[in-house]
């Protein structure tokens, strides 16, 4: 599974929207990328994944550059509750396995 | 969807002594996943069933450290003779075949003294 590259941390305001990066350049065509996150003590949480083609669903959107070496996740009006790790993962969909990263550490404050 | 559950949530132990977890997955999802994850670190990769057979081990996964999932569903993970560094967060994750969408249990936390 191809290497991903996050920043360590991240803040935002209450109200505004997160953006995310996630930088996957070594990404091959049969790769999806994953966005998982983790609140503090709690099990990671799926959040949105995509192959290609923009993706939004009611968490969040996810944003592939045509190139698929990097790509955004979106929450569009972060709330306090969003306050967590966020995981980008390169996996083939059908992979036995996650490989995770540190993540970004995201801080949503008031 | 009762989600996935992890049973105990929480094990203190001393040095030495045997642990067992256990994992209830989604009903009807065939893959069923072990990771580690310790302070500061995201969760690493155990080992993982389709139904009941064991498909792959980590290299972190060693001898004293085994996995069951005898009819399909529920699993175990039993460490032996357990070491400090064995301290840390143990995830169960289960997901459908063909999608790596996993969810998630709440984790049991081991700490070993």
């Known amino acids: 599974d191809a290497k991903t590259t996050q920043p360590t941390s991240m803040d935002c305001a209450e109200g505004r929207a997160a953006n995310l990066p996630c930088n996957h350049s070594t990404i091959s065509g049969n790769e999806y990328v994953y966005w998982y996150r983790q609140i503090h003590s709690q099990g990671p949480q799926y959040i949105i994944h995509?192959?290609?083609n923009n993706e939004t669903n009611e968490m969040a959107s996810l944003i592939i550059t045509e190139d698929r070496k990097s790509s955004t996740l979106i929450l569009p009006h972060a709330t306090l509750r969003d306050t967590a790790v966020y995981y980008c993962?390169?996996?083939?969909?059908?992979?036995?396995?996650?490989?995770f990263g540190k993540g970004t550490k995201l801080t949503v404050n008031p | 969807d009762t989600g996935v559950s992890q049973d105990p949530r929480h094990k203190i132990t001393k040095r030495g002594q045997n642990v067992t977890f256990r994992c209830d997955p989604i009903?009807?999802?065939?893959?069923l996943y072990w990771y580690r994850q310790t302070l500061g670190q995201g969760p690493e990769f155990l080992t993982y069933f389709q139904n009941e057979a064991q498909l792959e081990k980590s290299r972190l996964l060693s001898d004293r450290f085994s996995a069951e999932r005898p009819k399909g569903s529920f699993s175990t993970l039993e460490i032996q003779r357990t070491e400090q560094g064995d301290s840390a967060m143990y995830l169960c994750?289960?997901?459908?075949?063909?999608?790596?969408?996993?969810?998630f249990g709440p984790g049991t936390r081991l700490t070993v003294l």
């Open positions: 009903s009807e999802h065939n893959r």
């Open positions: 993962i390169a996996n083939q969909g059908g992979s036995e396995k996650l490989v």
């Open positions: 994750a289960s997901s459908p075949a063909t999608s790596a969408k996993g969810f």
């Open positions: 995509g192959l290609k």
